[in-house]
Every structure is written in C-alpha cells, then in structure tokens.
Nanobody
Framework: VQLQASGGGLVQNGGSLRLSCAAS????????VGWFRQAPGKEREGVSC???????DYVDSVKGRFTISRDNEKNTAYLQMNNLKPEDTAVYYC?????????WGQGTLVTVSS
C-alpha cells in the first residue's frame, strides 16, 4: 500500500505546477484525498480536498488559483497550481482517508522564486 506524491519543482512567481498523488495497493475511489503543505518553520496546513463524490474544498489562500481533481481510472489525484506565489513554497503532501484507513505520501517540494 503506497501513496506517491510527485510533480514538485522550482518555478517562478506566477508560474504553474501540477502535483500528482498516485495510489498503489488500494483503490482510491472510496477515499477522500487531501493535499497539505508545510513551509519551513510553519505547521502543516490543509490546502485542498476532494471527496469520493468529487466535491471539493480549498483553503482561502489558494481559492481561484489551485484546482484539485481525481481520475479514478488512473487511481490518481491531482493538484493543479496556477499563479504560484513565493508564499506557496512548501513541501506538499497528499493524504487519502476512508474510515480507519489513512495513508500519506512522502511529500514533494514546491519552490516559488520571487
């Protein structure tokens, strides 16, 4: 059972990245998937989530810039990040939760230069 986050990198202010969260060993369909981030010296915060009914939610700071989605056939969830800002710099983690099952990916670093 594994959750693999990828897609991070270095991007300039205003740029875009798409993060992927690929599940293996379990079916992501039933799970709510969330993206979290942790900036240096700060606590981890929730960024966005998508439930198994495809309803979504976002933290205010990313509304209108980030879009979460899921492709159940590919067993993968995504976070499209547009108009990135330096304050979005953080390690991004994905999480899948369903009942008592709770899985975390290893994190992918997003760095936005000013």
């Amino acid at each position: 059972v594994q959750l693999q986050a990828s897609g991070g990198g270095l991007v300039q202010n205003g740029g875009s990245l798409r993060l992927s969260c690929a599940a293996s060993g379990f079916t992501l369909n039933y799970y709510a998937v969330g993206w979290f981030r942790q900036a240096p010296g700060k606590e981890r915060e929730g960024v966005s989530c998508i439930k198994n009914d495809f309803s979504t939610d976002y933290v205010d700071s990313v509304k209108g810039r980030f879009t979460i989605s899921r492709d159940n056939e590919k067993n993968t969830a995504y976070l499209q990040m547009n108009n990135l800002k330096p304050e979005d710099t953080a390690v991004y983690y994905c999480n899948a939760i369903f009942g008592y099952s709770d899985y975390w990916g290893q994190g992918t670093l997003v760095t936005v230069s000013s």
